[in-house]
């Protein structure tokens, strides 16, 4: 079903469910997501640190004290950390193959001197927000996620397909966590599609009125190439024309002023139709003038532009890091430059890497990939996910536009796209923008009010798509 015909039919719902018995009221199991959340962010499971085993298995405690079966409840280390995975089973037999609910539980490094209202790995609420490094990405969603199946175990629901929990301990560097996910443990997360809490989600302005609720169906292709150039080098006192640091600086100029070609999938097309509906001004002409015309490239490129929508009409590449020369008082030998890009979804990394040759124009810098995710496509616009999102959004949020949203970063998602598995982003909590946009900064913080609304909202979604079917 075609984006606008799901999320018409998901709003012919709405009125039922606002007005439903069975909405969740069951603020103390809100208290119980606020009391996992402040556990989960004590723990600072950063790489280097050994403590994700540690706090998967203290979640798989959790859900043993709270009715999942041990032999339904897996810990499996790799590496220095480890995968958290439990199953609900259907009674009988299932109606549908499994779903799998993502997040997890490790997170980027913080310094505590750089933070000023919060400690990071510290918990604490003040002024209506939650603060710690997590709080945002991506611990609410391992606690939302939780604590709504434990609401519904308790409530006495019965799946209608199994339901799999899959939480990686290393999204945030390697990955290794769900490429083994999606191939040699593919056993244990053999699912029709995946439902990721490390995606989509709501805007809300500072005057309190909702701009959007993201539902993440693509997202791009994470890939590093270094640019290298070599030099016989020399004494410094002897400076000549050819210096390996001047040929890089002038590669990387070239790469500053450069902009790939802007491409339009389903998931951007349909974003920008939505959020052309409520944008004023030039910029909202802008998104109006490319939907009619993808070849309009100055229209895209306005768009590129706006700090809100930078990396959703292209691919992107951007310098990183740098190293060059061996010795203060001698030329360089070698200079190189990590050039890191997100790219469309459906672009091979080879092809960026020509184009890169082709923007450096120059023989004697190499290119080469260093690092490169899963190649993922997009998600097929399913009919009952993007259906069960707005539902449970509006139920909350009755005025909030649903978007469709191609993610310029990664997730965990893309290994399972790239096997094969649809993914969604499709969590519930939501931040005040920008000013809450904190994600591996400073001070990261979620509004209190998030976190009880995404335990309601993963309720509404479990229910709507593993519940008693027609």
């Not at 909405?23 to 103390?28: C, D, K, Q």
Request: net charge negative; glycine share 8%; with cysteine.
């Amino acid at each position: 079903m075609a984006i606008r015909a799901a999320l018409s039919a998901a709003l012919l719902l709405t009125a039922r469910l606002a007005g439903s018995s069975d909405l969740p009221t069951a603020h103390p199991w809100h208290d119980q997501a606020r009391a996992m959340l402040e556990h989960l962010v004590d723990v600072p499971t950063v790489k280097g640190r050994g403590r994700v085993p540690e706090l998967a298995n203290w979640l798989a405690a959790q859900y043993r004290a709270h009715g999942f079966p041990s032999e339904d409840i897996r810990v499996l280390p790799y590496g220095e950390t480890a995968a958290f995975i439990a199953r609900w089973r259907a009674p009988g037999k299932p109606v549908a193959r499994p779903i799998m609910l993502m997040s997890h539980l490790d997170v980027v490094e913080a310094l505590p001197e750089d933070w000023k209202e919060a400690r990071p790995f510290q918990f604490s609420e003040k002024d209506g927000y939650y603060y710690g490094r997590g709080t945002f990405d991506i611990k609410q969603g391992v606690a939302a996620t939780t604590i709504a199946l434990f609401e519904l175990k308790k409530a006495g629901f019965a799946p209608s397909r199994d339901i799999v929990v899959f939480y990686s301990g290393d999204e945030e560097t390697d990955g290794e966590g769900a490429r083994l996910g999606a191939t040699k443990w593919h056993d244990l997360l053999d699912v029709e599609f995946g439902l990721n809490s490390d995606a989509g989600g709501g805007n809300r302005a500072p005057d309190g009125h909702f701009i959007s609720f993201n539902l993440q169906s693509a997202e791009k292709t994470y890939a590093t190439y270094t640019f290298t150039a070599r030099n016989r080098g020399g004494h410094s006192s002897q400076p000549r024309a050819d210096n390996a640091i001047y040929e890089l600086a002038d590669a990387l100029r070239r790469l500053a002023a450069y902009r790939f070609e802007p491409a339009m999938n389903e998931t951007s097309r349909a974003y920008f139709s939505e959020r052309q509906k409520s944008e004023p001004g030039a910029l909202g002409d802008a998104m109006r003038a490319w939907l009619a015309n993808p070849g309009d490239g100055k229209a895209a490129d306005f768009i590129e532009a706006q700090a809100t929508e930078i990396g959703y009409t292209r691919t992107r590449c951007v310098a990183t890091r740098l190293q060059a020369g061996h010795a203060d008082n001698a030329l360089p030998q070698m200079a190189q430059a990590t050039v890191n890009c997100r790219i469309l979804p459906g672009v091979s990394t080879d092809a960026i890497r020509d184009e890169l040759a082709r923007v450096v124009a120059d023989p004697g810098i190499e290119v080469r990939p260093s690092d490169v995710s899963a190649i993922a496509p997009e998600s097929p616009l399913r009919a009952d996910v993007v259906h069960a999102y707005a539902a449970a959004v509006h139920a909350l949020h009755p005025d909030a536009p649903i978007v469709p949203e191609m993610s310029p970063g990664a997730s965990d998602g893309t290994f399972f796209r790239g096997a094969g598995i649809p993914v969604y982003g499709v969590d519930g909590s939501w931040v005040v923008v920008p000013e809450d946009y904190r994600a591996h900064g400073k001070d990261e913080r979620l509004p209190v009010g998030a976190l009880g609304d995404d335990v309601d909202h993963w309720v509404l979604m479990l229910k709507e798509l593993a519940g008693p079917q027609p």
